[in-house]
């Protein structure tokens, strides 16, 4: 029996809805590498973050890498001893590398990974003009792929709207050309908003435990003309797409996304070209419900 000897972490919470363990296992047995496994490894908030612990401790216990997801990926920065370029310029992690010296090396495969699925689905989001709800660490990486794929506007949206602004005014610097609007989710400013073609949800709103949340205020309709995509995947159709596939416009969940951002970083840990028709399988195999 072939020994464990290479083990990637999934680093998060809650973590009891993801899909990746399942994808990259079904991934790392497709190519015959039999000493690799991908764990969930829950990091709870409470009673206090022990991020910077959890981290470090990927070095110690000799892992390969590992995927970050919520609500850490921007506050495993300060802790890494390198980053990419893109993940340099997004402000968030959300894949990790061990390198062969022992250093946490931070990557960003998650913007890239929805441009993909993006493209899946016949949408190029070039020359759109895209409204982003949310601003945590995958809006970041979101709103930094989507610019460099050349859309023609985006507004940004968040309770706090600090922190809307904060991504607009980095973005601004990188993409000085692109219309940016920022402002706060509430009923108000999404009456006030111009027409935007490609919408998308980067909150945690509509994700178990808050399933019965949506970040959309159910008296303003979309229309056909609407493209409405979720980051969400668990479940797979949130309150946010049955409400906008009631209205009519075209919904797309985060299943696509989460297969081809795990497929970027599944050649960053081995090395080797993700085989992504057998990943894409074991999550239309095994949907969420």
């Not at 590992?66 to 990926?73: D, S």
């Not at 080797?272 to 195999?285: Q, S, T, V, W």
Request: net charge neutral; aromatic share 6%; glycine share 8%.
């Amino acid at each position: 029996m072939v020994g464990i000897e290479n083990v990637v972490a999934l680093i998060g919470w809650p973590l009891g809805h993801s899909m990746s363990p399942l994808i990259q296992n079904a991934a790392f047995l497709e190519l015959g590498l039999d000493s690799w496994i991908y764990v969930a490894m829950p990091v709870s908030k409470y009673p206090y973050i022990r991020i910077k612990e959890a981290i470090l401790g990927l070095k110690a216990l000799g892992f390969k890498g590992a995927n970050i997801t919520v609500p850490y990926k921007e506050s495993v920065v300060p802790y890494l001893d390198q980053l990419s370029d893109d993940a340099r310029n997004i402000g968030a992690v959300n894949t990790v590398v061990v390198d062969e010296h022992g250093s946490l090396v931070g990557h960003n495969t998650d913007g890239l990974g929805l441009i993909k699925d993006l493209h899946d689905h016949q949408i190029n989001p070039a020359e759109l003009d895209i409204l982003l709800l949310g601003a945590g660490g995958s809006a970041r990486s979101v709103a930094h792929s989507l610019l460099k794929e050349g859309c023609l506007g985006m507004s940004i949206l968040n309770r706090n709207k600090n922190k809307a602004d904060d991504i607009a005014n980095k973005l601004a610097q990188a993409f000085p050309k692109v219309k940016l609007r920022t402002g706060v989710l509430d009923k108000d400013t999404l009456k006030q908003l111009p027409h935007h073609t490609l919408v998308i949800n980067c909150t945690s709103l509509g994700m178990r435990p808050y399933q019965d949340q949506m970040p959309w205020d159910e008296n303003i309709s979309f229309s056909k003309s609407h493209i409405v995509y979720d980051l969400i995947y668990q479940p797979a159709k949130t309150k946010f797409l049955a409400k906008a596939e009631a209205d009519g416009a075209k919904v797309i969940n985060g299943l696509g996304m989460l297969v081809h951002q795990g497929a970027l970083a599944f050649k960053l840990w081995t090395g080797h070209e993700a085989p992504l028709k057998r990943m894409k399988e074991a999550a239309i195999f095994f949907p969420p419900k």
